[in-house]
């Protein structure tokens, strides 16, 4: 079971005790500005359980972030292979959400990195994507970071959304192993 380590933080399997911090983050308006809605706690609980089976399962995925001495549990980072079929699929996607507390300490770019050199270096991926919102300013700062590039030409209504629905044009970020140096 892989479990990363960076200079300031832990990316590791989830635990009993995160499903908590992870539900009052997912009920969290700031959070959650960029989703279509705030998660009712059994929603988040499942969400949690099916991180959790898939890191099990693949010894890869979402980590729970662990700031040593600080916070046991401050969000997730990681990998995930998106449900939805679109024209970048099926591909391995590179995620992020930390509680509002731990936003501004550069936790999720040290994250992402570590996660990034997991999939390229271990896992032997070609390539990671990642997508929000266009007002997601803060999420394309870390895919900026990370030195992933906006793919235009890639720009997608998500099939999760209905036609019309604010939040249904998304960015489409790309990142390549030959570009990381792998
Ligand atoms: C997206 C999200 C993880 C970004 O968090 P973030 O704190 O802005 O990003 P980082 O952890 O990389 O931190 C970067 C900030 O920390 C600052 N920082 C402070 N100390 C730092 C350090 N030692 N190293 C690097 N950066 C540091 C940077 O200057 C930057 O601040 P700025 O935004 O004022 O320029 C967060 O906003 C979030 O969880 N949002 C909700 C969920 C979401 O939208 N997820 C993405 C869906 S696609």
Redesign the pocket.
């Known amino acids: 079971m892989a479990t990363l380590t960076t200079a300031r933080l832990v990316l590791r399997p989830w635990r009993d005790a995160d499903f908590a911090p992870f539900a009052a983050m997912n009920d969290d308006q ?6 279509p809605h705030r998660l009712p706690r059994a929603e988040s609980d499942a969400f949690a359980d099916r991180i959790r089976k898939h890191i099990d399962a693949e010894g890869w995925g979402l980590w729970a972030v662990e700031v040593p001495g600080t916070a046991a549990f401050i ?1 997730y ?1 990681g990998l995930s292979a998106p449900r939805f079929g679109a024209h970048f699929t099926p591909c391995v996607e590179i ?6 507390a ?9 994250a ?1 990195l570590a996660a990034a050199s997991h999939g390229f270096g271990t896992l032997g991926l070609a390539e990671l994507v ?3 919102v266009p007002a ?1 300013v ?2 394309r ?2 895919m900026a ?1 990370l030195g992933m590039r906006h793919d235009e030409a890639g720009d997608f209504d998500h099939p999760a959304l209905p036609a019309g629905h604010a939040l249904r044009r998304h960015v489409l970020y790309r990142l390549a192993a030959g570009a990381w140096g792998v």
């Open positions: 700031a959070v959650m500005e960029f989703m969000g980072t995620g992020w959400r930390l509680a509002r731990h936003w501004g300490f550069g936790y999720a770019s040290e992402a990642s997508f929000t997601n803060r999420s700062a870390v970071r």
